[in-house]
């Protein structure tokens, strides 16, 4: 059954390519599947990263006494 998501070739090392076929075949998955689900959590990881950036710089630039109070927000 043809897919409609878009497709990506990959080379891998041999070792990398073992290691996800590893994976793979643990949790009963096609090997397509795992790497897509391995892509998911490297970019969830990436994206905690940035926030986390974003969030010490905001904490270092803070100014308690600029910041709104809650009832002048709501």
Excluded: C, Q
Excluded at 1 to 26: C, D, F, G, I, Q
């Amino acid at each position: 059954m043809p897919t409609k998501n878009p497709r990506v070739n990959v080379v891998l090392e041999t070792p990398l390519y073992n290691s996800v076929e590893h994976l793979a075949k643990r949790d009963g998955v096609s090997l397509s599947l795992k790497v897509r689900d391995l892509i998911r959590e490297a970019l969830e990881m990436e994206e905690d990263v940035a926030l986390a950036v974003l969030a010490e710089k905001r904490e270092r630039t803070f100014s308690k006494t600029k910041s709104l109070k809650h009832d002048e927000v709501w």
